[in-house]
């Protein structure tokens, strides 16, 4: 994992990588058990109009407005990371197919850095492991759960299953342990399902997603994970994270 053994003990001497996520996130600590040795994190949250609704369609959707998000790109531009990855994955697919392109388009123009969003990595992922058939775990309403359904859809995979843990603030999402992800994701697998996908940047899964893949016999992909590991490979950093799922420790060369 990450270290400031290397370079006179300066963090990301190798590549720092911007994330941009929605001010009510609370797991940060999350995604620093993703990086290979040499990488750091530098986050900046953008304000939202609806940060203290409880999460609907309507809600998430308001966070995709371009206007706070690319003033938020713009902080982390003075920090010259390598890579930047917008979080936020309800507000990258409530918008439907192409939603999520469109923003990461938008702030890759806007910064001159590249950029992904969670959702798009998400696709990715599951083409660069050849998955056409995937259960869905997500802790949202069913109404934003069925969004997620419906890009997924929309982007040619077939959702097999779904379940909603029907949390309502991000603060909830952020404070539910990684137990409660692997439970769900049990439930909802079945051997249709060549995947499960952990939806949501606000989950904790680094403590469970290599026992989780295990005890499936098949990937997962976590939000948190997924979003790291399109971070490095837009970084063009390709070293291997060990015990963070299938991903991280044999994907990162992956064309």
């Known amino acids: 994992m990450a270290s400031y053994t290397s370079a006179g003990g300066v963090g990301g001497w190798r590549a720092r990588l911007g994330l941009l996520t929605p001010d009510d996130a609370i797991n940060d600590d999350e995604y620093w058990q993703y990086l290979p040795d040499g990488v750091s994190l530098i986050f900046t949250r953008y304000r939202t ?4 609704e409880p999460l609907s369609p309507s809600m998430v959707d308001s966070y995709a407005e371009l206007g706070p998000i690319l003033d938020a790109a713009e902080t982390l531009r003075i920090t010259r990371p390598k890579a930047l990855v917008f979080l936020c994955n309800s507000c990258s697919f409530v918008r439907g197919v192409g939603s999520d392109v469109e923003i990461a388009a938008a702030i890759q123009r806007t910064v001159n850095i590249p950029a992904t969003t969670i959702s798009t990595a998400q696709v990715q992922a ?14 949202y309403p069913p ?8 890009f997924l859809a929309g982007n040619g995979f077939t959702v097999t299953g779904s379940r909603s843990a029907g949390l309502e603030t991000e603060w909830q999402i952020g404070n539910t342990p990684p137990s409660v992800w692997y439970d769900l994701a049990r439930s909802v697998d079945t051997p249709e399902a060549e995947c499960v996908l952990l939806a949501c940047s606000g989950i904790r899964t ?12 098949k990937p997962v ?5 997924v979003s790291i590991w399109a971070a490095l490979r837009l970084a063009g950093i390709k070293t291997p994270v060990a015990g963070r799922g299938i991903l991280l420790a044999n994907y990162l060369s992956t064309p």
Do not use: H, Y
């Open 49 to 52: 109009n609806t940060r203290f």
């Open 126 to 139: 599951l083409r660069a492991l050849g998955i056409n058939r995937v259960a869905v775990v997500a802790p």
């Open 143 to 150: 109404s934003v759960t069925a969004l997620l359904e419906k």
């Open 206 to 217: 680094a403590a469970v997603i290599e026992a989780l893949e295990e005890d499936l016999g």
């Open 221 to 225: 992909v976590s939000a948190p994970a």
